[in-house]
């Protein structure tokens, strides 16, 4: 085996064109982790949605609250139901909510989003242990009064704390702002569900939520609630609830974000060939002393594709180091599941960084590869006579 | 004459590099090329869209709808000469990945507003004698092997049930942009149904579409309209059609700005590998270059020979890209073609493409030509490499 020190300093001899090959790599990792970043974020912002003791109560194939109805009979139904857990009053922790879109401009370019009024009940606070009002009151019924989540106080037009709204007909005053640890309620207003309904006309619920008292006992509750032939509803965990939400953004960034950078590496990869080949061709008589020394083909082959790797590997560390930047960065955008905005950030992990580790050594490795056969296929007395 | 001689036989001293560096230039300009093409294959929609076409939705957002007595008031409003109700369906065809637009219409008016969409009168005759008769798009028929006659099952999410439609007619695009993948039935079946099974849901559309005598006049007719129905509690919001489908388009704006971030990072690509060739290149010839200021050769024209190299590869590169992007991009637009119509590569990406190679190869040549110009002749002659 060639001495490691021996591949580094080759590495470290041309500096300029082992620059341009690392900052090549680094990029297509940067692209490549970049979206794999925002694909996690999205999916981990609505997985924390939701919560693992409750559970949520849709219309049949709605798919989610946006086109949900629940009659107002059937969500008392759904109210009754034994399996919701008590609160200290012994009340029932259930809440019906209703789900409703509303027009707002974006603060930073005017155009029109998709924000989420959500009529809610005080249960609601209870059921969501994470959202607490951080700036402000709480809203009070019959004032037509709604709390924002700290994303739409930010981002959204007349939703910051004491601005005003105008929907249903009727201007809304934001008494409160809200923090709901970075979950999709951040995104939300909140309002009284009754004043809601009204307002817009729609004397009906999207959605019932509840604590379950025994969550081992979910299937059984589902089944008996789906097959209650005085509704027709689907009833799931709220975490997988939400997190299904995230499904169709959250896949098509990922997935296309792959496709992109494996066409992106393309370049990168061919970049890398050329300052391999050069780093052979610089080193042909090398070659020949060192097979001469007794070094293999074998060996010859191995140096150079380890040199090859350690380039790419920095570049895809770089590019890595880049991309964890972005995880400052916080995103709003449209959720193909619901139609509405949600606001998101970056997010790396561990799998993200060794896929993006695994990607930039391939790059590396398919570069590397026909010049360090062509290395290995010297032959020593050529090799040696070469100028 | 001569330069020309001596760049070419510059150029093709390491043939396999000059050829890498064309090929990872050609490729990258080709990845460019596919994406900036998707780009705007997303927006083919809006692009496409007349100016004498608005569209009046409801003013909270898409998801309320309204009355459906708003029509006849829509067409007494000067300036308007026809409106069409519609309405979003969003049935599921037997599981959610089969995703399609699927829509309730009035047939014949909405034939005759959208007059892109195709359709053979007898076979719209046997719409219009079918209640469940659907009109689909001719892709959406090849991407499911579907033909006149079958019957195709919804599952309803906004409208509860199983829904069964059957085909009555295929419909052809007149352009090549026009969206061939949409699925189209009777608005007044919907209705039917609704009337029996919700009846507050009876009578509702979800937007109508308005067409105006004079384009010219857009702004002014769609204030006409929601001023007519302002403070009632069914506000509405009229724009041209092509601001609504730009609705529509901008809830994929994360994904187009990250599309847009990444071709630019492509140039950046094939600056770097030109950047590297051009630098080995100059490596190379430090002390050949000394002999020729030796031999009376000035400045420039060292600085023509290695920009005239740097141009040569990157105008290569470029023209390879483009045959490579010729190629690729029909694939693509095949491939795609079920899910994104208009997928073709627009004259604009072409010269993008070819002012990106004149500029690459400039820049790509400041280093070495610094190089060249800056260093001694006693220096270069004595650089042993």
Not at chain 1, 329 to 355: G, K
Not at chain 2, 156 to 169: D, H, K, M
Not at chain 2, 271 to 291: D, P, Q, W, Y
Not at chain 2, 319 to 336: E, Y
Request: aromatic share 10%; with cysteine; hydrophobic share 50%.
């Amino acid at each position: 085996m060639i001495p490691l020190g021996y591949t580094i300093r080759n590495i470290l001899k041309h500096k300029v064109t082992t620059t341009m090959t690392i900052l090549g790599v680094s990029l297509v990792v940067f692209v490549f982790a970049a979206a794999q970043m925002l694909s996690y974020g999205l999916k981990s912002t609505l997985v924390s949605t939701g919560s693992d003791d409750n559970a949520i109560v849709i219309r049949k194939s709605s798919q989610s609250e946006v086109q949900s109805i629940i009659l107002r009979d059937q969500g008392q139904i759904v109210g009754t139901s034994p399996e919701i857990a008590r609160a200290a009053d012994g009340s029932a922790l259930y809440t019906n909510e209703i789900y409703v879109l509303i027009n707002q401009p974006k603060r930073a370019t005017g155009e029109l989003a998709n924000i989420v009024v959500r009529g809610v009940t005080p249960k609601s606070l209870e059921l969501r242990p994470a959202v607490k009002l951080i700036a402000g009151r709480m809203w009070q019924d019959a004032g037509s009064e709604v709390i924002a989540g700290k994303s739409a106080a930010e981002r959204y037009a007349g939703c910051g704390l004491g601005e005003k709204l105008r929907f249903g007909a009727r201007e809304w005053t934001v008494v409160g702002v809200f923090d709901a640890q970075g979950s999709g309620f951040d995104s939300e207003l909140w309002g009284d569900v009754v004043q809601i309904a009204d307002v817009f006309r729609r004397p009906i619920y999207s959605s019932v939520t509840f604590r379950m008292a025994d969550t081992t006992q979910f299937e059984a509750m589902k089944a008996r609630l789906e097959n209650d032939r005085r509704m027709e509803v689907d009833v799931f965990r709220e975490k997988e609830y939400y997190a299904a939400q995230s499904r169709t953004l959250a896949g098509f960034i990922g997935i296309g974000g792959t496709i992109v950078s494996i066409i992106f590496s393309l370049g990168a990869i061919v970049g890398a060939m050329i300052t391999m080949y050069a780093s052979v061709a610089n080193r042909v008589r090398e070659i020949g002393t060192l097979r001469s020394l007794g070094f293999s083909r074998l060996a010859i082959l191995i140096s150079f594709l380890i040199e090859a790797m350690a380039i790419s590997l920095t570049g895809g560390l770089l590019g890595i180091v880049g991309a964890s930047f972005l995880g400052m960065l916080q995103v709003a955008t449209t959720n193909w599941d619901t139609f509405s905005q949600i606001a998101f950030n970056f997010r790396l992990s561990t799998a993200i960084v060794i896929a993006a580790v695994v990607f930039a050594l391939v790059m590396g490795l398919v570069g590397g590869f026909l010049p360090a056969v062509r290395a290995a296929r010297l032959k020593i007395v050529d090799s040696l006579r070469a100028a | 004459m001569k330069v020309f001689k001596l760049i070419i036989r510059n150029a093709m001293r390491h043939r396999l590099r000059t050829f890498l560096t064309v090929l990872g230039l050609a490729l990258a300009v080709m990845a460019f090329g596919l994406i900036r093409t998707l780009v705007d294959a997303w927006y083919a929609g809006a692009r496409i869209a007349p100016p004498d076409r608005l569209v009046t939705r409801h003013a909270v957002s898409f998801t309320f709808t309204l009355p459906l007595a708003y029509l006849e008031q829509i067409q007494k409003i000067d300036g308007v000469s026809a409106v069409t109700p519609a309405v979003w369906f969003g049935g599921i065809y037997i599981d959610p990945k089969n995703f399609f637009g699927n829509f309730a219409v009035d047939p014949v008016t909405y034939l005759d507003m959208y007059k892109e969409i195709i359709v053979q009168p007898e076979e719209l005759k046997e719409v219009l004698a079918d209640r469940r008769g659907a009109i689909v798009g001719r892709r959406l028929a090849d991407r499911f092997g579907w033909k006149v006659g079958d019957k195709v099952p919804l599952i309803g999410t906004i409208y509860p049930g199983n829904w069964e439609f059957t085909i009555r007619a295929i419909y052809h695009g007149r352009d090549k942009d026009t969206d061939e993948t949409a699925f189209l039935f009777r608005f007044d079946y919907l209705d039917e149904v609704m009337r029996e099974t919700a009846p507050g849901r009876a009578g509702q559309a979800g937007w109508f579409g308005v067409k105006i005598n004079d384009a010219n006049r857009a702004a002014e007719i769609g204030a006409a309209i929601d001023s007519r129905f302002k403070n009632s509690w069914a506000e509405t919001k009229t724009e041209t059609e092509k601001e609504f489908v730009l609705g529509f388009i901008q809830m994929a704006d994360v994904l187009i700005a990250g599309l847009r971030i990444i071709s630019y990072l492509i140039i950046g690509v094939i600056l770097l590998v030109l950047v590297n060739t051009m630098v080995m290149t100059a490596r190379e010839r430090i002390s050949e270059n000394a002999f020729l200021r030796v031999l009376g050769f000035r400045n420039f024209h060292l600085i023509g020979l290695i920009l005239g190299e740097s141009l040569a590869m990157a105008c290569a590169g470029g023209i390879a890209g483009m045959g490579l992007l010729a190629m690729t991009s029909r694939l693509v637009g095949q491939a795609l073609s079920i899910y994104l119509p208009g997928y073709y590569v627009g004259l604009e990406t072409y010269v993008i493409v070819v002012a990106a190679a004149v500029i690459v190869g400039c820049l790509a040549s400041i280093f070495p030509i610094q190089r060249a110009v800056s260093i001694k002749i006693i220096d270069g002659l004595r650089v042993v490499d």
